[in-house]
């Protein structure tokens, strides 16, 4: 897997899977489950399809996860751009420890390398979720509601 992760894949991770992955996962596959399923089961069922086809483990709780927000976001705008976008974001910070390494290695934790204290590096995720959390709670607000 690790002579996979050249710099020009990566580049191509961050440039062209968001716009690839979300034509395929927000507009075909979650936008026909929303025409069959309530609106739950079409986001969670593509957010797991999104985490499965990463076809690593490592990738796949996060990639899930991200398909959840993803798949929420795309349900109440109904377009793709903010989810290209937002994915375009995630890739390109979750890329950035393997651009720059001279031998890139997807089992490595950079960000918890970079920050070194394990304690430190916990708070950091807590501070990540309540601000997600936050950012779920307005874009909840200002967001058009879809009928049911």
């Not at 927000?26 to 936008?31: F, L």
């Not at 399923?37 to 086809?53: C, E, H, K, L």
């Amino acid at each position: 897997m690790r002579d996979a992760f050249t710099k020009d894949a990566i580049f191509s991770a961050v440039v062209c899977a968001p716009i690839l992955e979300e034509i395929l996962l927000r507009g075909i596959i979650t936008d026909g489950f929303l025409k069959r399923y309530s609106p739950t089961q079409a986001i969670v069922w593509s957010a797991v399809i999104f985490g499965v086809m990463h076809l690593n483990p490592v990738q796949t709780v996060g990639a899930t996860l991200l398909g959840l927000a993803l798949g929420w976001l795309y349900y109440r705008t109904r377009s793709l751009w903010p989810c290209i976008f937002l994915h375009f974001v995630n890739n390109s910070i979750g890329s950035l420890g393997l651009y720059f390494d001279e031998s890139p290695d997807m089992s490595v934790n950079y960000t918890q390398q970079w920050i070194g204290d394990n304690n430190l590096y916990v708070a950091l995720l807590v501070v990540a979720a309540v601000s997600c959390y936050g950012v779920y709670r307005a874009l909840d607000r200002i967001l058009p509601q879809q009928p049911a």
